[in-house]
């Protein structure tokens, strides 16, 4: 036994210490993952029996208005959202100079990321509000038609995006900015002398040593786009006439909102919608592969 | 957690006194009433109920009115407290048909209550049985500013074409006849409900929120045509999509719209906004379709003893104590609405006086609960959404009903 132990004493301890964490993931998350695709084959109102209906779940959901509006709306947050890594970068460039009382401006930059998303999606519907709303009285000032952008169905989603990229840009800024503090300045002094300023010198100098600031600004972001939830019950609570949900959203309200209860077609929903987070997640294991096996 | 702890050791002192002592017992309620008055009003009934029943001891969870209606489903089916609040009509059908209600007809029996309740009677029978005692109910109904009525030379509609003419004349003078704010969207649902009871009656009305007839009927249609009328003639109050039910109060209290077709809840804060008896009015829907019977909406709220109550005997006692008309009286005093036992007394008040009058006298009809108690959950929230939409894309109707219909098919 003891020497058994002291063979294979390396392949066995990382085990060992790995144990915890694995057994609290496989609980908490990878468990819970097989449950919820099992349940999207079931009827279930979370109260009596449970009935297998195969794949109806998925069946209906594909003739599903409102999923298709869901789905459409995810695909515009995860590329509007996007918008937050270069406005972190401008922010992060702009901020990133000596002068008297730069902190204080940075901090009122960084502001928006630390006051929770309830306080930004209020914020923003009063901003909205179509008879005192700031914007409004902006627009009418400049002889502009009053809108209600939250209660549009074209301007909705729109609209929450805008909200969530307020803080998303101060979130992408600071990962810039401590991203900045560890550019090498005997390279940009090279660029300089090599005559290369402006945009040049950002796109060749300063923005390939930005790569890791860059990767984690983007995963970050993406993960924020597809678990857009707060805002977009804040602010409209999925309407006008539900046209402002996205799939997390949706599934919240089938599966456990007032008016909801169905487990099963809610499950087939998180389904869908971790099959698209997948495509994010194995993306990105792949290159932090291969970022592990170049280093 | 502390209550729980509480509950924990009144439990185990229940269960040390039931050795010495047959009647000692614990009562468990769960309740939504987080509101100040509410609140109040309930605690008045304990307290009253532990006076005359010195040997019950009554532990009462309240749970926040929103999160109770998600954690009324987990306590039900994990741990049942003796009595739980709920609402009648078929908001209470998910409860009865998976058996976590249990039935008191024995309570209507001894308590005389066939008759003193028979008004709120149908909303609590499924399969033949009684499923709880119906405390307190409230009216809607059109609330109007009578002075601008007044000024304007405007009398109160009592048929469609009044209605309209009066719409007309406000609109002529700078004032928006109807305001809502449908964000939330039931409030939607109340006019769709008031249209539709007026236009087909409440048999129709009925049959079709429980699913049995079509949305694409023509006789749905008629109703819509009624709505569309309003929506297009300018009715309501712009931008609603965007605005809550409380936001919708404003233009009402400041004169820049005139009705509001809402619950007896609106008369206290349009008051607490300025307004008063002589500036606030209350008048019943006006008759679209001429003899049919009008009918009303008045939604019910309820108490229930559940299947699985430990302590049965004595929460038939308080179910039976909160149907007395002498408590009904009291607490409904307290929340300032009506009480559901016919020999209770009405609170004397303007606004009750005059919707308990209607609801008495003036709605031969029926009384429907409210368009998401009177159709399934999911059917409700599908139907207040179309709702919200047509009323702004009212050129959507063709649209918008298939998709109802498309849900009715496979939810009935």
Redesign the interface.
């Known amino acids: 036994m003891y020497s058994y132990w002291k063979n294979n004493q390396l392949k066995i301890a990382p085990w060992i210490f790995l144990a915890p964490g694995i057994l609290m993931f496989s609980l908490y998350v990878i468990f819970p993952i097989f449950q919820s695709v099992n349940l999207s084959f079931y009827q279930w109102?979370?109260?009596?029996a449970k009935t297998y209906i195969g794949a109806e779940n998925y069946i209906?959901l594909l003739d599903d208005?409102y999923f298709i509006v869901s789905l459409k709306n995810n695909v515009i947050w995860l590329v509007l959202y996007l918008l937050a890594v270069p406005a972190g970068l401008f922010a992060a460039l702009f901020l990133n100079q000596t002068v008297r009382g730069i902190r204080i401006y940075k901090s009122i930059f960084f502001f928006p990321f630390v006051i929770s998303q309830v306080v930004v999606g209020l914020v923003f519907s009063w901003f909205?509000?179509?008879?005192n709303g700031l914007l409004n009285i902006i627009l009418e000032f400049f002889g502009f038609d009053t809108i209600?952008i939250?209660?549009e169905e074209d301007y909705v989603t729109y609209g929450i995006i805008a909200a969530g990229l307020w803080p998303q840009t101060a979130y992408c800024m600071i990962l810039y900015l401590t991203g900045l503090n560890s550019v090498d300045p005997e390279q940009i002094e090279a660029g300089r002398i090599d005559n290369a300023r402006g945009w040049r010198m950002l796109w060749y100098v300063i923005l390939p040593q930005l790569k890791p600031a860059t990767f984690i600004a983007v995963v970050v972001t993406i993960i924020g786009a597809l678990r857009s939830f707060d805002l977009i019950d804040i602010m409209?609570?999925g309407?006008?006439?539900?046209s402002s949900r996205v799939l997390a959203y949706y599934m919240y309200?089938k599966a456990?909102?007032?008016?909801?209860?169905?487990m099963g077609y809610g499950a087939a929903i998180a389904v869908v919608l971790l099959l698209i987070m997948m495509v994010y997640i194995a993306t990105i294991l792949y290159r932090l592969y291969q970022d592990e096996k170049g280093g | 957690m502390k209550k729980i702890f509480k509950n924990q050791i009144a439990l185990a002192l229940a269960g040390i006194l039931a050795g010495t002592s047959a009647v000692a017992g614990t009562l468990v309620i769960n309740g939504d009433t987080s509101d100040p008055a509410p609140k109040a009003a309930f605690q008045a009934v304990i307290d009253g109920f532990e006076a005359e029943n010195p040997d019950v001891d009554v532990v009462y969870n309240l749970f926040d009115h929103e999160g109770y209606k998600a954690a009324i489903r987990n306590f039900l089916s994990a741990d049942a407290p003796d009595i739980a609040f709920w609402y009648a009509g078929n908001r209470m059908a998910p409860f009865v048909e998976a058996g976590l209600f249990a039935p008191i007809d024995d309570v209507w029996a001894d308590q005389g209550l066939y008759s003193l309740m028979a008004s709120s009677a149908p909303g609590m029978t499924m399969d033949g049985k009684k499923w709880g005692i119906p405390y307190t109910y409230y009216n809607w109904g059109v609330y109007y500013r009578q002075d601008i009525f007044e000024d304007l030379g405007i009398s109160v509609p009592t048929n469609w074409d009044e209605f309209i003419a009066a719409g007309e004349t406000l609109k002529a003078n700078g004032i928006t006849p109807i305001t809502i704010g449908s964000k939330y969207l039931w409030t939607a649902g109340g006019v769709f409900d008031y249209l539709n009871l007026r236009t087909n009656g409440y048999d129709f009305h009925m049959a079709l929120t429980s699913g049995d007839i079509a949305w694409t009927d023509d006789r749905v249609r008629a109703t819509m045509a009624n709505y569309q009328q309003l929506i297009d003639g300018g009715f309501f109050l712009e931008n609603h999509a965007a605005l809550s039910w409380q936001e919708a109060l404003a233009p009402m209290a400041n004169g820049e719209a005139a009705m509001y077709i809402m619950g007896n809840f609106a008369v206290a804060p349009l008051k607490e906004l300025g307004l008063d008896d002589s500036s606030l009015g209350l008048f019943q829907f006006p008759e679209i379709t001429p003899g049919i019977p009008m009918a009303e909406e008045a939604p019910t709220d309820t108490i229930h003893l559940t299947a699985g109550a430990k302590n049965v005997a004595d929460a038939k006692r308080f179910l039976a104590y909160a149907a007395r008309p002498d408590v009904q009286t009291a607490w409904n005093k307290a929340l300032g609405q009506l009480p559901t036992n016919a020999g209770a007394g009405v609170t004397d008040d303007k606004f009750l006086n005059q919707a308990f009058s209607m609801l008495n006298n003036n709605a031969p009809g029926g009384v429907a609960q409210f368009y998401d108690r009177d159709t399934k959950a999911e059917m409700a929230s599908i139907g207040m959404e179309a709702f919200q939409e047509f009323m702004v894309k009212p050129e959507r109707l063709e649209k918008i009903l298939e998709r109802l219909e498309k849900a009715r098919q496979r939810l009935y």
């Open positions: 109102d979370g109260l009596g209906e208005e909205y509000d179509p008879s209600a939250l209660a409209t609570g309407g006008p006439w539900g309200e456990f909102s007032e008016y909801g209860f169905r």
